[in-house]
């Protein structure tokens, strides 16, 4: 069974910084790539930010020159680094695996169970 676990996330002013974790366990073979989602209420939820193993990074246009993403294959872990943190990126943030390789097969869009960043004075 793979799961995803972030961490990290708070209550911070505008204009700090956050840097949020997530791990993935299990008997994992490997991942392509991982990713960082973000839902605020009422909105969808949209992506952040995503990186490969090869640690080719993307970000959404909102992330851009704030956030940084990077990737640990040793330990199966996506980090993303929040700047200049606004109140507008205050939502719950999601990891995601769009495919991991496991010793019982392919297993396809694995989500956390996701981390709560709040940007309020």
């Known amino acids: 069974q793979v799961q995803l676990v972030e961490s990290g996330g708070c209550l911070v002013q505008p204009g700090g910084a956050l840097r949020l974790s997530c791990a993935a366990s299990?008997?994992?073979?490997?991942?392509?790539?991982m990713e960082w989602y973000r839902q605020a209420p009422g909105n969808q939820r949209e992506l952040v930010a995503s990186?490969?193993?090869?640690?080719?990074?993307d970000y959404a246009d909102s992330a851009k020159g704030r956030f940084e993403i990077s990737i640990d294959n040793a330990k199966k872990t996506v980090y993303l680094q929040m700047n200049n943190l606004k109140p507008d990126d205050t939502a719950v943030y999601y990891c995601?695996?769009?495919?991991?390789?496991?010793?019982?097969?392919?297993?396809?869009?694995?989500w956390g169970q996701g981390t709560q960043v709040t940007v309020s004075s």
């Open positions: 995601h695996v769009p495919i991991v390789a496991t010793n019982r097969g392919i297993r396809y869009d694995v």
């Open positions: 299990g008997i994992i073979f490997s991942i392509n790539a």
């Open positions: 990186i490969t193993q090869g640690a080719s990074a």
